[in-house]
């Protein structure tokens, strides 16, 4: 069986640009952004506001059949994002790659036209959001297909798809993202983040940092700005009052370990390599309050702990 070759397919504003570079990534697979193919001619309509029809879409969906065709033919894998409306469009691509997945985007036209209107730099306006509904003929269980709310993160679509294509044998060692012991890799960073919650009060929580640049050999997240490092050496015995963060930080340990402790007992502590990111600031317009606010920090064992601060 060929490796995956995967349509990423759903109405404007779904997601499935992001959703296909991150799958692209897990896959260790090109990546094809399907509006990149339409002409300019079309750009330009959509971009006025006017829906395409049939006849405007058909050169189009040939060129992706194409590229979908040359991945086929070479047994290789390839992620594609597109809208795919009608089943007749999907026919079109399946002339290219008989046996291609799709990964189906759907939602509510309410939560859908939300986020469209919150995207920046794209041709397709809200407007056309109401054609695209009119227009979209969900695929049927004998397209191999796979569904997925747009509520769900990205990258919790992604497990779900690679999970789905483990399952019925389209992965194998050659074809997806392996770590050294050979199991599959995620391609994500979890970020630990101390933050202050409504209530005043520390909690960790993680967040994922999608490495969705680079090269499957060296996968890179997005360039953030920093507002500087410091470097800090804290003695054995060394433990801080309650406090809050001044500013936004990453916190990472070189050396020795960290104790962190919240407000009602709970604490983490980390060890060289690992870190945290803290937000934990003091509510605005509040008053500290050492029973409430903030977070204390102590050295563990017998060792001095160096650790590297990067302001946010």
Partial sequence: MNPPIVVVMGVSGCGKSTVGQLLAQALGAPYVEGDDLHSPQNVE???AGIALNDAQRHD??????DRLA???AQAQPLVVSCSALKRAYRDILRS????????????????????AAQRKGHYMPVTLLESQFATLEPPGDDERVMRFDVTHE??????????????CGRLTGQNRNPNPSGEFTMVAFTKV??????????????????????TPQAMLSELFASGGFQLRESPVGFRSQFHCTVNTQWLFVLRGQMEIG???????VFGPG???????????GATFDAKVHGHWSRQVGAEPLVTLFVRA
Avoid: K, N
């Fill in 193 to 214: 983040v101390l933050s202050t919650d409504a209530d005043g009060f520390a909690r960790f929580h993680d967040e994922q940092i999608p490495l969705g640049q680079g």
């Fill in 96 to 115: 290219g790659a008989p046996d291609l997945c799709l990964v189906h985007l759907h939602g509510t036209p309410e939560v859908l036209a939300a986020r």
């Fill in 70 to 72: 040359v991945a086929h």
């Fill in 262 to 268: 919240l407000q009602g007992g709970t604490s983490r």
């Fill in 60 to 65: 189009w969906l040939l060129a992706l059949a």
């Fill in 274 to 284: 690992d870190h945290f990111y803290s937000a934990d600031l003091l509510p605005d």
């Fill in 154 to 167: 990205p990258l919790e679509i992604v497990r779900g798809t690679v999970a789905a294509l483990q399952a």
């Fill in 45 to 47: 309509r959509m971009r």
